[in-house]
């Protein structure tokens, strides 16, 4: 059912394949580089095809990556945005090279313009990405926030506006995380409610569009915009839309970015598969 969760690539990126290899995932997701730094990380093709060979060697059907926090595609600052189109590129390329389709974007922030000048922003800053990585195919799945502040994305409507101002359409996708819809007000505790919110991600992107998801239980109430991931049942989100994603979804790739302490890991994943119909 293409389940799997993020992996670090600390020591190389060998062992995320490792890691997820010891939970029999099939699925895994990445940061290439170390995400907290701006120095950029070059993979050979050598590198990056026996990537490919470790993944088929472990019946690991597919990774994606995590795009550093650092990036702010949304920002007034030229240097810092400049930055982050630089630093989005470099991302691209290097998913290019290790054979990953997508690479996760938090869309990014600006608290010194309206909403939709930001949202114009970060399609100029995409088109701007889409321009230096012509020849690659690895699209960018914008992921949906928990609305902090002044972070764009806590609106399925911040997503679709996005890609409606982004030219080469076919290089965006989406990125569903449980917890920061959650967060950002969008209750999917239930059946119904649950419905009702892919309902209105469907209306603002398209369903087709929507190629990933983040299971995350979440630390904070609904509505509270508290981005706190927890293991799942931990937390105040509840089984039912995690439920509902294994059994509506399964050919889309699910990660979770959860704690990892004390074999979590393994013990979401086995409640995970349990939920399957």
């Known amino acids: 059912m293409l389940l799997g969760v993020h992996c670090s690539i600390s020591g190389g990126i060998e062992n995320a394949i490792i890691e997820a290899a010891g939970l029999k995932t099939d699925v895994l997701q990445i940061f290439?580089?170390?995400?907290?730094?701006?120095?950029?990380?070059?993979?050979?093709?050598?590198?990056?095809?026996?990537?490919?060979?470790?993944?088929?060697?472990?019946?690991?059907?597919?990774?994606?990556?995590?795009?550093?926090?650092l990036l702010n595609l949304a920002s007034s600052d030229d240097e810092l945005r400049n930055k982050s189109i630089k630093g989005l590129a470099a991302e691209l390329t290097r998913c290019h090279v290790l054979g990953l389709p997508y690479a996760v974007l938090h869309p990014g922030s600006n608290k010194l313009v309206s909403k939709d000048e930001a949202i114009s922003i970060i399609a100029r800053s995409l088109n701007?990405?889409?321009?230096?990585?012509?020849?690659?195919?690895?699209?960018?799945?914008?992921?949906?926030?928990?609305?902090?502040?002044?972070?764009?994305?806590?609106?399925?409507?911040?997503?679709?506006?996005?890609?409606d101002q982004v030219e080469r359409k076919s290089r965006l996708g989406v990125c569903f995380d449980t917890c920061h819809a959650f967060a950002a007000g969008h209750d999917i505790r239930t059946q119904d409610s649950f419905e009702d919110t892919?309902?209105?991600?469907?209306?603002?992107?398209?369903?087709?569009?929507?190629?990933?998801?983040?299971?995350?239980?979440?630390?904070?109430?609904?509505?509270?915009?508290?981005?706190?991931?927890?293991?799942?049942?931990?937390?105040?989100?509840?089984?039912?839309?995690f439920r509902q994603i294994i059994n509506r979804f399964p050919a889309k790739p699910k990660v979770l970015e959860t704690p990892k302490k004390e074999d979590w890991d393994a013990k979401n994943l086995n409640f995970l598969r349990s939920l399957l119909d």
């Not at 590198?47 to 088929?56: I, P, R, S």
């Open 128 to 163: 701007e990405v889409f321009e230096l990585t012509g020849g690659i195919d690895t699209k960018v799945l914008l992921e949906n926030t928990a609305g902090q502040g002044s972070t764009i994305g806590g609106e399925f409507e911040h997503l679709g506006d996005i890609m």
């Open 198 to 241: 892919m309902a209105r991600l469907h209306k603002a992107v398209d369903l087709d569009n929507l190629l990933a998801f983040h299971l995350n239980d979440s630390k904070g109430e609904l509505g509270k915009h508290l981005d706190r991931h927890e293991n799942i049942g931990q937390g105040l989100i509840g089984p039912e839309p």
């Open 32 to 69: 290439t580089k170390n995400q907290r730094a701006w120095k950029e990380k070059e993979y050979s093709e050598a590198e990056g095809n026996a990537f490919k060979k470790d993944m088929g060697d472990n019946s690991i059907k597919m990774c994606f990556s995590h795009t550093t926090y």
